[in-house]
């Protein structure tokens, strides 16, 4: 029993000396080498009901971040601390009787699940290339996507876009929509499209305007015929990387820009293919 403890121990002292390496690395290449930290994901994502979905198996692959422990395990839930290589042990050993382990416990927000508990577990499942494992699963919904290898700066543009969901109720509304930016900020540029289209629809109307009524209203009579001319002149293809709610910011900033200049108003189409010849290709990042 010592040799196998020994040899525990190396094993579990090789597992973090790698961990720890490859944590090194990622301050050199500036890769996140941590696990998403729950807290700070549920924060972001303004998540605040959840779902009892019983015990099930999960793919090991899809569990990317932890609750409390972020910091105890790289991304590949590799152990980055001396504790627990006891019961690393004791798992390895469980596994190899064939021993029944009691479902770890998992919360799920999108595509992906956060540890609650049973982190040494995972840790093992992961190292020994284990596909499934069974877990407690407690959904927390999300109107965004999450998947896994999100970065810090996807999780950012998807927690503005579930703030932009949120405000606008978009989802229930209009339950095809699919809006989705890809530079930060943009959320806030559509909110404010919105209320100005409110308080101009307030004007015409001779009434306050209720805002889901706004949203509803600037959905289909402004957004969606402005990304109905840009899937017409395939201006995406112009613009690789980004998407229809980008290019409906920048042709709207573009058309008030010409609309200046010539005195009147310019048709969409012209404002579409007049920032394709001046942007194409290039992109707004280039």
């Known amino acids: 029993m010592s040799s196998d403890v020994g040899g525990s121990r190396s094993r579990f002292d090789a597992t973090r000396f790698r961990a720890l390496w490859a944590a090194l690395a990622g ?18 994502l303004r998540l605040r009901s959840s779902l009892y979905r019983g015990v099930r198996p999960v793919p090991v692959e899809q569990i990317v971040g932890s609750v409390g422990r972020a910091h105890d395990f790289d991304e ?7 504790e627990g290589w006891e019961r690393r042990a004791r798992i390895r050993q469980a596994l190899r009787q064939a021993e029944a382990l009691p479902p770890v416990q998992l919360y799920q927000v999108g595509q992906v699940y956060f540890v609650l508990d049973g982190h040494h577990r995972v840790s093992v499942a992961r190292e020994q ?5 069974d877990a407690e699963v407690i959904e927390l919904p999300t109107p965004v996507t999450l998947e896994p290898g999100i970065s810090p700066e996807e999780l950012i543009l998807k927690a503005e876009q579930a703030g932009f969901l949120e405000q606008t109720a978009l989802a229930t509304l209009r339950p ?3 809006l989705e930016a890809s530079e930060p900020g943009l959320y806030d540029v559509l909110l404010e499209h919105i209320s100005v289209h409110r308080y101009y629809m307030g004007l015409e109307e001779g009434r306050e305007i209720p805002w889901e009524e706004a949203v509803a209203h600037w959905y289909d009579q ?16 112009h ?9 409906y910011v920048w042709v709207m900033d573009h058309r008030y820009f010409l609309s200046r200049e010539a ?11 007049d920032f394709v010849r ?4 290039r992109g707004r990042r280039g």
């Open 222 to 237: 402004v957004y969606l015929p402005i990304v109905e001319v840009i899937r017409e002149q395939k201006v995406l293809e």
């Open 129 to 133: 290339g284990q596909e499934y494992i």
């Open 239 to 247: 613009f690789p990387g980004h998407t229809e709610a980008d290019l």
């Open 27 to 44: 301050l050199f290449s500036r890769r996140p080498h941590l696990l998403l930290p729950f807290d700070e994901v549920a924060g972001k």
């Open 76 to 82: 590949n839930f590799r152990p980055l601390r001396p």
């Open 278 to 281: 001046r942007f194409g290709r």
């Open 176 to 178: 095809e929509a699919h």
């Open 263 to 273: 005195g009147g108003e310019v048709p969409p189409e012209e404002a579409s293919d």
